[in-house]
């Protein structure tokens, strides 16, 4: 039994079912979701989904992304980091910006058309017990409860897991203090700064800002002014007003969509809880500067997927545990450190500290070898390697 229908949980559902293990998915929502989250697929996830044939079609659909990069606005400066240098590493040197309600209705496609995959929406997971051979799982749908036994249940229930509150479990961490403001638009950045990548993490004198490009339109994460509060900062005048600061437009710029969120930084103090294994953002949370999240989560339920396989076929259960310790020290050293760590450099407000650090990436970006090593890092590679080695 799979709880919750997101990226993860879909995915999971595929990979077992790559593996001729049959499961049952409950969603709570009757709809495909449509929110502006993740919009960036790195390469090592797009080297995993191959094997479930999702990769082709997020190609097709996506925009390939060769460099991304760190700039100071007012003067155009640079660090590029080119990810043809992973050439070796993976068989796609380049990250894909295809976004999260897309991959959502692609992985909801393939479920329904897979037999092996029992996808029940509607379906709102309340309370979970846990006895020596199964789970038993309170679902109410449509005004009526039922009682469903499981023998495992994946847990991939999100941020706010219903499965990890009723199993009391312990979620560490921190909400960082600011709100982001995530507003999209089409007007064409490219045309009008210098030398911009399709995924730009920038310094201004205000303070920072990030554009990501996706297919047809420009992703702008923005920070309401210090003191300004979310609503105000929210305001389609206000919105407009900022973004007129980063590129003058007489025309005025149509905002297609604009949407605050916070972000947290929590992990589970282990991803097993007896019969309950917990995957994606139900077992940690960190900040999107990065874009490592989703791909996170992914990589989680193949792992997740494979272990379960091998144990519904007579393998040993301490393959699960096995799961635990090759995913959560990942999570925890390699992408909540290196999220936090971008976001606490793009927070950064002192101009030499800022001129320094940019020396510091150019330096990194221009040596071959040195930014290989950064990227296989920012690219969730090493991570997974890491992973690989621990038994
Ligand atoms: C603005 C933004 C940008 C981001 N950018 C990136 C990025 O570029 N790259 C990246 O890797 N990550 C990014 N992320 C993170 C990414 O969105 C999440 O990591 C991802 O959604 C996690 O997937 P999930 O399947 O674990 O959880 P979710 O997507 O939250 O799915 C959980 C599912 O469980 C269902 N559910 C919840 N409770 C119940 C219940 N009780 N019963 C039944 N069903 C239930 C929900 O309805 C939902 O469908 C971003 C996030 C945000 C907010």
Same mark, same amino acid.
């Given at each position: 039994?799979?709880?919750?229908?997101?990226?993860?949980?879909?995915?999971?559902?595929?990979?077992?079912?790559?593996?001729? &293990?049959?499961?049952?998915?409950?969603?709570?929502?009757?709809?495909?979701?449509?929110d502006l989250r993740a919009s960036t697929f790195h390469p090592p996830t797009l080297d995993l989904l191959e094997a479930?044939?999702?990769?082709?079609?997020?190609?097709?659909?996506?925009?390939?992304?060769?460099?991304?990069?760190v700039r100071q606005h007012e003067t155009h400066e640079r660090a590029v980091f080119d990810l043809s240098v992973l050439a070796r590493d993976?068989?796609?040197?380049?990250? &894909?910006?295809?976004?999260?309600?897309?991959?959502? $209705?692609?992985?909801?496609?393939?479920?329904?058309?897979?037999?092996?995959?029992?996808?029940?929406?509607?379906?709102?997971?309340? =309370?979970?017990?846990? =006895?020596?051979?199964? &789970?038993?799982?309170?679902v109410a749908m449509n005004g009526d409860r039922q009682r469903l036994q499981a023998r495992w249940v994946i847990a991939a229930d999100g941020a706010s897991s219903t499965l990890r509150e009723a199993l009391g479990l312990n979620f560490a961490g921190l909400t960082y203090?600011?709100?982001?403001?995530?507003?999209?638009?089409?007007? %064409?950045?490219?045309?009008?700064?210098?030398?911009?990548?399709?995924?730009?993490? &920038?310094?201004?004198?205000?303070?920072?800002?990030?554009?990501?490009?996706?297919?047809?339109?420009?992703?702008?994460?923005?920070?309401?002014?210090?003191?300004?509060?979310?609503?105000?900062?929210?305001?389609?005048?206000?919105?407009?007003?900022?973004?007129q600061e980063i590129v003058p437009?007489?025309?005025?710029?149509?905002?297609?969509?604009?949407?605050?969120?916070?972000?947290?930084?929590?992990?589970?103090?282990?991803?097993?809880?007896?019969?309950?294994?917990?995957?994606?953002?139900a077992a940690h949370l960190n900040s999107p500067s990065g874009g490592m999240g989703m791909n996170c989560g992914i990589h989680d339920a193949v792992n997740l997927a494979e272990k379960l396989a091998a144990v519904l076929a007579g393998g040993d259960e301490s393959l699960l545990d096995l799961y635990d310790r090759q995913r959560r020290p990942i999570a925890r050293e390699e992408i909540l450190k290196?999220?936090?760590?971008?976001?606490?450099?793009?927070?950064?407000?002192? %101009?030499?500290?800022?001129?320094?650090?940019? $020396?510091?990436? =150019?330096?990194?970006?221009?040596d071959r070898d040195a930014a290989r090593e950064f990227l296989l890092r920012s690219s969730m590679i090493s991570g997974l390697r890491k992973a690989a080695a621990m038994t």
């Amino acid at each position: 039994m799979i709880v919750g229908a997101g990226p993860v949980g879909l995915v999971a559902a595929l990979s077992l079912a790559a593996r001729g &293990v049959p499961s049952v998915v409950l969603e709570r929502e009757t709809r495909a979701p449509t929110d502006l989250r993740a919009s960036t697929f790195h390469p090592p996830t797009l080297d995993l989904l191959e094997a479930l044939d999702l990769t082709a079609p997020i190609l097709a659909g996506g925009l390939r992304v060769p460099e991304w990069q760190v700039r100071q606005h007012e003067t155009h400066e640079r660090a590029v980091f080119d990810l043809s240098v992973l050439a070796r590493d993976t068989r796609h040197p380049y990250r &894909v910006q295809f976004e999260q309600a897309d991959f959502c $209705a692609l992985l909801l496609r393939r479920a329904g058309d897979c037999d092996a995959i029992d996808l029940r929406r509607g379906q709102v997971v309340e =309370q979970i017990e846990q =006895q020596a051979d199964r &789970v038993t799982l309170d679902v109410a749908m449509n005004g009526d409860r039922q009682r469903l036994q499981a023998r495992w249940v994946i847990a991939a229930d999100g941020a706010s897991s219903t499965l990890r509150e009723a199993l009391g479990l312990n979620f560490a961490g921190l909400t960082y203090p600011e709100t982001t403001l995530l507003a999209t638009t089409r007007f %064409p950045f490219e045309d009008h700064l210098p030398g911009l990548s399709w995924v730009n993490h &920038v310094w201004y004198a205000q303070g920072t800002f990030s554009l990501l490009r996706v297919p047809d339109r420009w992703r702008i994460s923005l920070y309401p002014a210090d003191g300004e509060i979310v609503a105000a900062a929210l305001r389609p005048e206000r919105l407009q007003s900022r973004l007129q600061e980063i590129v003058p437009n007489p025309g005025g710029y149509e905002i297609i969509e604009a949407r605050p969120y916070r972000i947290h930084q929590r992990i589970l103090d282990c991803y097993r809880a007896g019969r309950v294994l917990f995957a994606g953002d139900a077992a940690h949370l960190n900040s999107p500067s990065g874009g490592m999240g989703m791909n996170c989560g992914i990589h989680d339920a193949v792992n997740l997927a494979e272990k379960l396989a091998a144990v519904l076929a007579g393998g040993d259960e301490s393959l699960l545990d096995l799961y635990d310790r090759q995913r959560r020290p990942i999570a925890r050293e390699e992408i909540l450190k290196q999220a936090d760590g971008n976001r606490r450099r793009m927070q950064q407000r002192d %101009p030499a500290w800022r001129r320094r650090e940019l $020396a510091r990436l =150019q330096a990194i970006a221009a040596d071959r070898d040195a930014a290989r090593e950064f990227l296989l890092r920012s690219s969730m590679i090493s991570g997974l390697r890491k992973a690989a080695a621990m038994t």
